[in-house]
């Protein structure tokens, strides 16, 4: 079948700096994406990588490692407005996109 | 960004009535919609793909006839929840990709949370 797995929930203090794993085994890979989704809100979206490496976007990385089925969002100089669940989704063989059930991320001061 | 829309944001029915919701992207021609249902602290479940001009196709555990899906043009797709029960109540997401510029990316709307009595 297919999974793609993050972690439920994570802490992280104003102003550090985070990461957020995810890992996905599905069938063919077409590319992964990051979306950030406020409570009650559609997501919004963060970062596409299909090819292997670091792509930067100001605050916010995202890292792909296709033989691992690895990825990483990093999060750096963290704001009270970053508390949000961060989604990993990966688009299959068949194009279509397999979402994980999100990372809920909360910020302390 | 492309941009799209949702109306109603939020709506409240009663039990055994029906409901319409509409996604329109406003500065794009989506070739493809996409209807997802979010409960609770739950990630987005995908109820169904629909092209334009076309059938949509539905995820399994997803009553075609209840939900139904037309997607009658490249800039609106609507949802109607067919005698809706409280088990029916979610957070509606509709979203468009531009399949014709080879984009990747899903643009959201903003959602109808539908809350059914």
């Known amino acids: 079948g297919q999974n793609i797995d993050q972690p439920t929930e994570m802490t992280a203090t104003e102003g550090a700096i985070v990461q957020i794993n995810c890992t996905y085994q599905t069938s063919g890979f077409n590319g992964l994406f990051w979306y950030q989704q406020h409570a009650g809100e559609a997501p919004t979206f963060l970062s596409y990588n299909v090819l292997d490496g670091l792509e930067e976007k100001g605050r916010f990385s995202s890292f792909l490692s296709r033989s691992k089925g690895y990825s990483y969002l990093l999060l750096k100089e963290l704001q009270m407005k970053d508390s949000a669940s961060y989604l990993c989704?990966?688009?299959?063989?068949?194009?279509?996109?397999?979402w994980g059930a999100g990372t809920k991320l909360i910020i302390k001061p | 960004g492309a941009v799209v829309s949702q109306h109603p944001s939020w709506v409240i029915c009663k039990s055994g009535t029906s409901v319409k919701i509409e996604c329109r992207s406003l500065d794009f021609q989506a070739t493809t919609m996409f209807w997802y249902r979010q409960f609770p602290k739950q990630s987005l479940m995908l109820m169904a793909t629909?092209?334009?001009?076309?059938?949509?196709?539905?995820e399994q555990g997803v009553e075609k006839d209840k939900f139904l899906i037309n997607h009658a043009s490249l800039t609106l797709s609507t949802l109607t929840v067919t005698s809706a029960h409280p088990e029916d109540s979610s957070f509606y997401i509709c979203?468009?990709?531009?399949?014709?510029?080879?984009?990747?990316?899903?643009?959201f709307g903003p959602g109808t949370r539908l809350t059914v009595l």
């Open positions: 979203s468009g990709t531009d399949g014709l510029a080879g984009y990747n990316e899903q643009f």
């Open positions: 989704a990966v688009k299959d063989s068949n194009y279509q996109l397999i």
């Open positions: 629909s092209n334009e001009g076309s059938k949509a196709t539905y």
